[in-house]
Each structure stands twice: as C-alpha cells, then as structure tokens.
C-alpha cells in the first residue's frame, strides 16, 4: 500500500477552491474598494482645540526665546531640583 501517492484521481484541495471563488468574485468587480476615514464631530473638536494650544504654545516659545536672546531668561534652581529629586531617590 502506497501512502504518499501523487497520483490521486480525484484528490481536493478546499483551500484551493475557497481561494479560486474569492478571485472569481474578486474578477467579477469593476474596480478596488477604497478604505475610507469618518472622523466623528468629538473628534474634530478636539483637534480644534488642539490648534489653538498650538498657537499659545508658539507664542510662549517665542517669548522665551527673546528673554534668552536678551539675557533675562531666569532659571529657579529649586524648582529643578525639585523635580530631579524624585528621580535621585
């Protein structure tokens, strides 16, 4: 008795058909189905929101950065290490 015998009449594959029917239907369209994004009204506010902290966010960097240009930029040593400390323990 054989067991590895290639040559079956009559031997199936199922995958092979699945994949056959799924190309078949595939063919069948006229075009490619495009991905779409809905972005939801919470979402759209938020990004709102979003650009106006940017633009406060651009007018403080711009202020720090003429306070550093001019030299009257001041750093409090003890906030700094009051925020490494936790860091040091």
Do not use: C, W
């Not at 809905?38 to 938020?46: F, G, H, V």
């Not at 711009?62 to 409090?76: N, W």
Request: glycine share 10%; hydrophobic share 35%; net charge positive.
């Amino acid at each position: 008795m054989k067991i590895n015998d290639n040559g079956r009449i009559g031997n199936v594959n199922p995958y092979k058909k699945s994949g056959e029917s799924a190309f078949a239907q595939a063919a069948g369209k006229k075009g490619k189905a495009k991905d779409q994004v809905e972005i939801s009204a919470e979402a759209k506010e938020l990004l709102g929101a979003q650009g106006n902290r940017t633009e406060e966010r651009s007018l403080r960097i711009d202020q720090l950065k003429s306070s550093v240009v001019s030299g009257t930029y001041h750093v409090d040593a003890g906030k700094i290490a009051e925020k490494m400390l936790p860091y040091l323990k």
